[in-house]
């Protein structure tokens, strides 16, 4: 965790400070005190880095949970017994991965002026994000008994990953507006009051609240 909130830190900082391609990949390893091999061991590339997103599939660690999960039995609002549904499976799929990306404390504000300034970081991030969306239709295609390239898998997929970025994108958007300098938010993403032991909350608490409230809106949308 600390290597890696450093080179992201570091990263940002030296973005900020020089913009993308005012400085190299041995640069920002003498800033953070690592070697060259071992910012290979944490991200791919330079852009990576910055968005803090690891090499490794953040989905990898827990397919065969997500998979087994076809074949446990829940009980139902009936009474019966019956498989973990697709859609709760990948809300706890989607909450295991996030609470591995060891995301450092940053300034949100300061990261977001830095997407909008460097396309390059937009278009590494949309990239980042299809390969996860094509890992997952893999994944859901297995756990389905689908063929790969199945058209429900793919859809299932982009949806939900279209739902988990939504979701990501209103933790960064409250995380930015409540996390400033000396204060503290008192309020909810949805803007109702919190509860005082939640006043601070726990960064993953509050991320797993927002998909959770998200995917019980898309529940509602499609009848379910």
């Known amino acids: 965790m600390e290597t890696y909130a450093a080179l992201t830190n570091h990263a940002r900082t030296l973005t900020a400070e020089r913009e993308l391609n005012g400085f190299t990949i041995e640069e920002l390893c003498e800033a953070a005190g690592v070697s060259r091999r071992t910012f290979f061991n944490y991200f791919a590339t330079k852009e990576d880095a910055v968005l803090g997103v690891k090499s490794a599939d953040p989905f990898k660690p827990f397919a065969q949970d997500f ?75 297995q756990r389905q008994a689908l063929e790969p390239e199945d058209p429900f898998a793919n859809l299932a997929s982009t949806l939900f990953s279209q739902l988990a970025m939504t979701s990501f994108q209103e933790f960064i958007g409250h995380s930015s507006s409540c996390s400033t300098e000396g204060i503290t938010c008192n309020s909810t993403a949805s803007g109702a009051p919190a509860a005082a032991e939640e006043a601070a909350p726990n960064a993953l608490d509050r991320f797993t609240r927002i998909l959770t409230e998200n995917f019980s809106h898309a529940r509602r949308l499609f009848g379910t």
């Open 67 to 141: 998979l087994d999960s076809a074949r446990t039995s829940v009980a139902s609002s009936s009474g019966s017994t019956t498989a973990l549904p697709l859609d709760q499976a990948l809300l706890e799929l989607f909450i295991k991965a996030y609470a591995t990306m060891d995301v450092p404390p940053t300034d949100m504000g300061s990261f977001m002026q830095i997407m909008h300034s460097e396309p390059a970081l937009m278009k590494r991030m949309i990239h980042s994000a299809m390969q996860r969306q094509r890992a997952l239709a893999e994944l859901i295609a």
